[in-house]
């Protein structure tokens, strides 16, 4: 076991509950695979909660990071800064939103705590509708949104803040329901919640809800949605944390997926822009972008050395079409796990898209929450060289599945035939 693991709780608080009964400590990686403090190795597919986005030790981002270390690491957002202009310049290029403008910070949290500042400003309202088991950040504002309780740690939000159904659909009400029936459900519940409350500042979702268990509603839902914002003139701010940059193969934004209605008022991104480097950031159209009326800055949103990264990992992602990758591989992979599904009696389903697939868990013969076998599977995969991740709602009882958007065939098939002994041992 790591000596460190005695040590930790003194840079991490107790609420913090580590992956694996032994924790890891990871020392390298290299393209999808990273090793541990055993010189262990394993294939990575979880990406360090997706942050790794193309490969772990890309040599182009390696590169640009060294380089612009030399020259200088930060200077100050109060002056010009090129790398940072470039990144916003590019991002806005494929952002899909007319007239964009971005504006750096450091994380998601702060990202959606922005998108926040600027839907409340820009409508003089701090209520705000939000999905049952989202989770868009842990700052104060943003536990306010968070319908997952188990990562909502207080009730006490500066926002009033209403939850509708949309986000989930493998238990709950409407689970029964197909497509079509199951969103005009959905939107008929966002109509009766907007019948009894002060008119809201935005609706803040993710297409895909990524801690919550990479469930995902029907195409075209926020589509739907939007119209019945628009007819009130509510924001629609989309949280594509987990969800951009091509991840969902189909689309180069979640958003993609429910676009008839035009694209959102308001994108938050973070992750894996920077490959590892703390990039979070807002996308709006200049009218919103620009409605705050005093100074306001992040310190050390956009640093020249974090926005090298970013240049770099978005080059790499746009010139090798890593969203086609995801498409492809994702699609092989999620049609293989298919197929376990269908022999494992607790794996109740395989969802997602892309390179984002999300494998719930039920008790077998039953529609119950299985977060022992979530477990078991988990330790069993990291025993056979395969790092996952797990999440889902107030049951933790569905495996993550994001690895690095470069992932090959073979990688695929590799991680597959471990999953699949993971989660027949979990079942045997
Ligand atoms: N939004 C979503 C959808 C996320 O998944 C996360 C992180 N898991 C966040 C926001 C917060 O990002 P960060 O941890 O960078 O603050």
């Given at each position: 076991?790591?000596?460190?693991?005695?040590?930790?709780?003194r840079v991490m608080p107790d609420w913090l509950a580590l992956y694996y009964d032994d924790p890891i400590e990871i020392t390298h990686g290299e393209g999808r695979h990273v090793w541990d403090s055993d010189g262990n190795r394993y294939l990575d597919f979880f990406g360090g909660i997706l942050t790794t986005m193309t490969a772990h030790a890309l040599p182009e981002v390696t590169k640009a990071v060294s380089e612009q270390a030399g020259r200088i690491l930060h200077s100050s957002t109060l002056y010009l800064n090129r790398p940072m202009v470039e990144l916003?310049?590019?991002?806005?290029?494929?952002?899909?939103?007319?007239?964009?403008?971005?504006?750096?910070?450091?994380?998601?949290?702060?990202?959606?705590d922005t998108a926040l500042l600027l839907a409340t400003t820009y409508r003089r309202s701090n209520t705000v509708l939000a999905m049952r088991n989202s989770y868009h950040g842990r700052s104060f504002s943003t536990v306010g949104i968070t319908g997952n309780r188990s990562w909502s740690p207080t009730s006490l939000s500066p926002l009033q803040t209403l939850y509708v159904h949309g986000g989930v659909r493998t238990r709950g009400p409407f689970a029964h329901l197909d497509d079509r029936?199951?969103?005009?459900?959905?939107?008929?519940?966002?109509?009766?919640?907007?019948?009894?409350?002060?008119?809201?500042?935005?609706?803040?979702?993710?297409?895909?809800?990524?801690?919550?268990?990479?469930?995902?509603?029907?195409?075209?839902?926020?589509?739907?949605?939007?119209?019945?914002?628009?007819?009130?003139?509510?924001?629609?701010?989309?949280?594509e944390v987990q969800t951009g940059w091509g991840r969902t193969g189909d689309h180069f934004w979640g958003w993609g997926a429910h676009a008839a209605s035009g694209p959102p008022d308001i994108v938050t991104f973070a992750k894996g822009i920077g490959n590892g480097a703390s990039i979070g950031g807002v996308i709006a159209r200049a009218e919103l972008m620009n409605c705050l009326d005093a100074n306001s800055i992040s310190t050390f949103g956009g640093t020249q050395l974090t926005m090298a990264a970013g240049l770099a990992n978005l080059a790499y992602l746009l010139d090798h079409d890593l969203q086609g990758n995801a498409r492809r591989v994702g699609g092989l992979l999620i049609e293989r796990l298919r197929a376990v599904a269908a022999q494992v009696p607790g794996v109740r389903e395989i969802r997602g898209r892309g390179l984002m697939i999300g494998i719930e868990l039920a008790k077998p013969g039953t529609d119950e929450a299985d977060p022992q076998a979530a477990s078991a599977v988990l330790e069993a995969a990291r025993a056979g060289g395969l790092l996952i991740g797990k999440g889902g709602g107030h049951d933790t009882s569905a495996l993550r599945v994001a690895p690095p958007l470069s992932l090959t065939v073979a990688e695929a098939e590799e991680g597959a035939a471990i999953l699949e002994e993971a989660l027949r041992s979990a079942y045997s």
């Open positions: 076991m790591s000596d460190l693991y005695s040590r930790h709780r916003a310049e590019r991002i806005a290029q494929v952002s899909g939103i007319p007239d964009a403008r971005v504006f750096f910070t450091t994380s998601g949290t702060e990202a959606n029936a199951f969103t005009d459900a959905c939107v008929a519940d966002l109509r009766d919640v907007l019948g009894h409350t002060r008119p809201p500042a935005a609706l803040i979702a993710e297409p895909i809800q990524g801690v919550g268990g990479f469930t995902s509603p029907p195409d075209g839902l926020y589509g739907d949605f939007h119209e019945v914002l628009k007819e009130r003139g509510i924001l629609w701010i989309s949280d």
